[in-house]
């Protein structure tokens, strides 16, 4: 090959040409990946499970609460938010309700929610809970445990079966195909499981 090179400026120009194609089929194939991964399409944790804490303080606008049925449901919906940024931007509480109402139609009722915030500060999240008039129970992460035990970096958002087994990753409030994906698992698995 060192003799072609030295000798023949068209063998140059092929293996020229050969490294430019390997190197756009390579870009592009990066890029498709990034960005399947940063629109939350790309399943990473595909076949893994989400461990939760041996405690959980639940709570609610209107109590502190224990609430053993959600842990248990046979479909899940698990929202972990960290404390980086607008902790009330991000959770956008409204937006989950109006999805909440379209998931627990699509699953018969038989769906719950496990919203894990990880937050120091308390106080700022049951106002933000109150400001919103959001009752539905949340578990309030103020160790950190969500996130040791399963190795976050930021928020996650999960569908899950029963064993906590990962059926989709993604945020249903991102995009509207997300939702759709997100209603279109939570039918299939009650047609399948009920």
Same mark, same amino acid.
């Given at each position: 090959?060192?003799?072609?090179l030295?000798?023949?400026?068209?063998?140059?120009m092929?293996?020229?040409?050969i490294?430019?194609v390997?190197?756009l089929?390579l870009s592009l194939t990066?890029c498709?990946?990034?960005?399947?991964?940063?629109?939350?399409?790309?399943?990473?944790?595909a076949?893994e499970?989400? +461990?939760?804490?041996?405690?959980?303080?639940?709570i609610?606008?209107s109590? @502190?609460?224990? &609430?053993?049925?959600?842990? *248990?449901?046979?479909?899940?919906?698990?929202i972990?938010?960290?404390s980086?940024?607008?902790t009330?931007?991000k959770l956008?509480?409204d937006?989950w309700?109006?999805?909440m109402?379209?998931?627990?139609k699509?699953?018969?009722g038989?769906?719950?929610f496990?919203?894990?915030?990880?937050?120091?500060n +308390?106080?700022?999240?049951e106002?933000l809970?109150k400001?919103?008039?959001? @009752?539905?129970? &949340?578990?309030?992460?103020? *160790?950190?445990e969500?996130e040791?035990?399963?190795d976050?970096h930021?928020?996650?958002f999960?569908l899950l079966?029963?064993?906590?087994?990962?059926?989709?990753?993604?945020?249903?409030?991102?995009t509207m195909n997300?939702?759709k994906?997100y209603?279109?698992?939570?039918?299939q698995y009650?047609?399948?499981?009920?």
């Amino acid at each position: 090959m060192m003799v072609c090179l030295q000798q023949n400026k068209s063998c140059k120009m092929k293996l020229f040409k050969i490294i430019g194609v390997l190197w756009l089929i390579l870009s592009l194939t990066s890029c498709t990946i990034n960005n399947k991964k940063s629109h939350g399409f790309f399943d990473r944790h595909a076949h893994e499970y989400i +461990i939760l804490p041996k405690s959980n303080r639940f709570i609610s606008i209107s109590k @502190d609460t224990i &609430v053993p049925n959600l842990l *248990k449901a046979k479909i899940k919906i698990f929202i972990y938010v960290d404390s980086s940024g607008c902790t009330g931007c991000k959770l956008q509480l409204d937006s989950w309700e109006f999805f909440m109402s379209d998931a627990m139609k699509a699953s018969k009722g038989e769906i719950a929610f496990l919203f894990y915030f990880q937050s120091h500060n +308390i106080q700022e999240l049951e106002y933000l809970l109150k400001n919103e008039d959001f @009752d539905y129970p &949340v578990c309030v992460d103020s *160790k950190n445990e969500i996130e040791k035990l399963n190795d976050f970096h930021s928020d996650c958002f999960y569908l899950l079966n029963k064993d906590n087994k990962i059926i989709l990753e993604g945020n249903p409030l991102q995009t509207m195909n997300m939702r759709k994906k997100y209603i279109s698992k939570i039918v299939q698995y009650v047609n399948e499981n009920y």
